[in-house]
Structures are given as structure tokens and as C-alpha cells.
């Protein structure tokens, strides 16, 4: 069974650019998860999507910070203007279903913004 | 904000030795899992425990969960150089913010 595939791995930008990070989960998830993890911290859940449909979107900084997922697979992830404080890992996760269980983990997209 | 917070912050042992870390939460929960990540890798799933269960085995992994006190342990049995690594518990999609664990050969 492939795992979580995201890319790319690793992004360096300036302030004030915009990236994007893309993400496709285990086929057959309905459930999609991005995660920010900052240097010596634990993930932060930025948006979770059920199918299309945004289930938790609160912790997602909206005036910078946008996410898709069309048709219910794969996903995007897009920070514009970047700022220095977003330099972090950005984790994808999907799950089976939709009560609380499981998540599997791509390995990351590590954002440098200089 | 984070639901789960670890303690210790960062366990140092030696090889063979065993591996206790803490997670206290806020509110009533689901379930709650651990998780592992090595350095520079996405997090891997340990262990998940129901609020109905009290105490979970999987391999050299141990897990209690107490509801009353809102927390839970993990245990690492005799521990090995490839266990070093950072532990997360989670609830409700929700992670802490770890224990660093160094296993010393």
C-alpha cells in the first residue's frame, strides 16, 4: 500500500512569495489533514477536510493561508505572502474514516522563508 | 493550542534500560494515540487507546490510560538504540508537544 506522498521536500523562499505544497493521500481516505510543525514543537492542525468538504479550518491563518482538496483526493496548500515566522514543516495526514483514529504522515515538506 | 502536554520535555537512557513518558490532557476525549517521529521523518502511529480501555499492550509498548486524570503513559521496555526518537500523543487529531527520547548505546 503506498503511503502518503507529498512534495516538494524541502522549499526555500524569500519573504513575501507565495508556495505551494501539494499532497496525495492513501488512496481511498476520505479524510485529509495538513499540520504545522514548527522547530522543537508538536503538529499544529491547520485544516481537515472530510471528502471536499472543510471540516476544521479554525487554527488556519486565512488572510495568508488557503487549502483545496477537488475532487476528494489529492490536495494543495498554499501560503501567500509568506512571512519569516511560517518557516516550519508541513505535515499531510489522511485517514480511513471519519471518527478520530489512525493518521498516517507523509515525511514532510521543510519551509525555509528567509 | 494543544490539547496533550508530554513529560519529561527530553529522556536521556541506556540501552536495555526502560522508557516511561507522561501526557495530561484538558477535556474528555475519544481515544488518545501516541506517536513517533524520527528526526526529520513523518509521524508514525504506536498505539491507540479508547477512553473506555485502561491499559494497552503492543510489542515492548506499553499504554494507561487514567480518565479521571485526564492522562496517560507510555512505556518503552527494554529499550533499544533505534527507539530514539520523538513521542507525541494526540487527541482528537490534537498533538502535543513531545518527548524527546535518546536511547544511549
Known amino acids: 500500500e503506498a503511503g502518503v506522498a507529498q512534495s516538494p521536500r524541502y522549499k526555500i523562499i524569500e519573504k513575501r512569495q507565495s508556495v505551494a505544497f501539494w499532497c496525495n493521500p492513501i488512496?481511498?481516505?476520505?479524510?485529509l489533514y495538513w499540520y504545522q510543525q514548527i522547530l522543537g514543537q508538536g503538529p499544529k492542525l491547520l485544516i481537515q477536510f472530510q471528502n471536499n468538504g472543510v471540516v476544521d479550518d479554525s487554527q488556519l491563518p486565512k488572510d495568508r493561508f488557503s487549502a483545496e482538496r477537488l475532487k476528494g483526493v489529492d490536495s494543495t496548500l498554499k501560503i501567500q505572502p509568506a512571512k519569516l515566522e511560517d518557516s516550519a514543516v508541513y505535515l499531510c495526514?489522511?485517514?480511513?474514516?471519519?471518527?478520530?483514529?489512525?493518521?498516517?504522515f507523509g515525511s514532510g515538506t521543510q519551509l525555509s522563508v528567509l | 493550542s494543544q490539547q496533550g502536554e508530554e513529560d519529561p520535555q527530553a529522556l536521556s537512557i541506556q540501552e536495555g534500560e526502560n522508557a516511561t513518558m507522561n501526557c495530561s490532557y484538558k477535556?474528555?476525549?475519544?481515544?488518545l494515540q501516541w506517536y513517533r517521529q524520527n528526526s526529520g521523518r513523518g509521524l508514525v502511529h504506536l498505539i491507540l487507546?479508547?477512553?473506555?480501555?485502561r491499559e494497552k499492550h503492543s510489542g515492548r509498548l506499553r499504554v494507561t490510560l487514567d480518565t479521571s486524570k485526564k492522562s496517560s503513559s507510555l512505556l518503552i521496555t527494554a529499550s533499544r538504540a533505534a527507539d530514539t526518537a520523538s513521542y507525541f500523543c494526540a487527541t482528537d487529531e490534537v498533538f502535543g508537544a513531545g518527548t524527546i527520547l535518546r536511547v544511549k548505546s
Open positions: 487507546i479508547r477512553s473506555n480501555e
Open positions: 477535556t474528555s476525549i475519544n481515544n
Open positions: 488512496s481511498g481516505h476520505a479524510t
Open positions: 495526514a489522511s485517514s480511513p474514516g471519519t471518527d478520530t483514529g489512525k493518521l498516517f
